[in-house]
């Protein structure tokens, strides 16, 4: 397989697939895995042995999504992805999930026409993604340098996950769209409840974003109820706060079943100029 919009990590220049490895011109080469994914992340480019999430807190999210909690917000994504889906001159259109974990959101945005990708720098999350869902090209990069040429993507899409906007802009196509998840006012209030004597809300100030222009801007707000303790610990393990939490509050919330909190997602789309 060649895949065609990888980008060298070291030198910038193409990156051709070979049977097991991926090859620029100067020589620079990158193994596939058998699971199917490229590690593009050279070890002077990571600031510990394995960075990112780590495996537990990638298979809690995997648990967790799985159940269907997040459907809501994906659904959503995904329509406001179709409405706005330019094709290029190849009638098809190129899109990346930037820090898309174990690619619960990568793989519902594949469709016949569209090329997915997924990066993110946990090689667990990546070697997940890769081995459930085919259809999709991941790589174990850092969205501070993305193995992508300019002007390659027509859609990203940031889930819970840095955005760089530097390199988010030199890959994005002119007239092409950054959506941006982050968390809303609400967003897990009783959970936060149970960790903190003093929950505060989220903040939703607009973020930093300086040379892409807002286009839209929406809520996504409903109760989940989670339907056992351990629903709940595996949503935990997902938030900052989860270091936070004491075993004794583990303790008590592992034993409660339809525990219900407040899903509450700030939706942004911003576009690069045309
Ligand atoms: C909160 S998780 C969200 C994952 C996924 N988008 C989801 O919502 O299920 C944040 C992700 O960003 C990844 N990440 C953090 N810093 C990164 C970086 N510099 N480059 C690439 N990925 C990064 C983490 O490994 C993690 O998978
Ligand atoms: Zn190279």
């Not at 910038?12 to 080469?29: F, I, T």
Request: hydrophobic share 35%.
């Amino acid at each position: 397989m060649t895949a065609l919009h990888y980008t060298c990590p070291l030198c910038n220049l193409p990156l051709v697939g070979q049977e097991k490895l991926y090859r620029c011109e100067n020589n620079h080469s990158f193994d596939r895995a058998k699971e199917n994914y490229l590690n593009l992340l050279p070890v002077q480019f990571k600031h510990s042995k394995n960075p990112g999430d780590n495996k537990a807190m990638v298979n809690a999210r995997r648990a967790f999504l799985e159940q269907g909690y997040y459907q809501p917000l994906v659904d959503k994504l995904v329509v406001l992805y179709h409405e706005r889906t330019v094709l290029n001159a190849s009638n098809t259109s190129v899109i990346l999930d930037a820090g898309c974990g174990e690619g619960f959101y990568t793989h519902q945005h594949k469709s016949d026409v569209n090329t997915v990708y997924g990066v993110d720098i946990a090689k667990e999350a990546i070697k997940k993604a890769a081995k459930k869902y085919q259809q999709c090209h991941f790589s174990v990069a850092t969205l501070s340098k993305l193995p992508f040429a300019e002007q390659q993507f027509s859609w990203i899409v940031s889930v819970y996950a840095p955005i760089l906007e530097q390199e988010f802009t030199r890959v994005l196509s002119a007239g092409g769209y950054l959506l941006t998840v982050t968390p809303a006012k609400q967003h897990l209030m009783e959970l936060k409840q149970y960790i903190y004597d003093d929950a505060q809300e989220h903040d939703e100030e607009k973020l930093p974003i300086e040379h892409l222009t807002l286009v839209h801007q929406e809520n996504i707000s409903y109760q989940m109820v989670l339907k056992t303790g351990q629903d709940t610990l595996n949503l935990l393990a997902m938030t900052p706060f989860a270091f936070k939490a004491s075993n004794e509050v583990i303790e008590k919330l592992k034993l409660i079943n339809n525990f219900t909190c407040q899903a509450d997602f700030l939706i942004r789309i911003y576009q690069k100029e045309q």
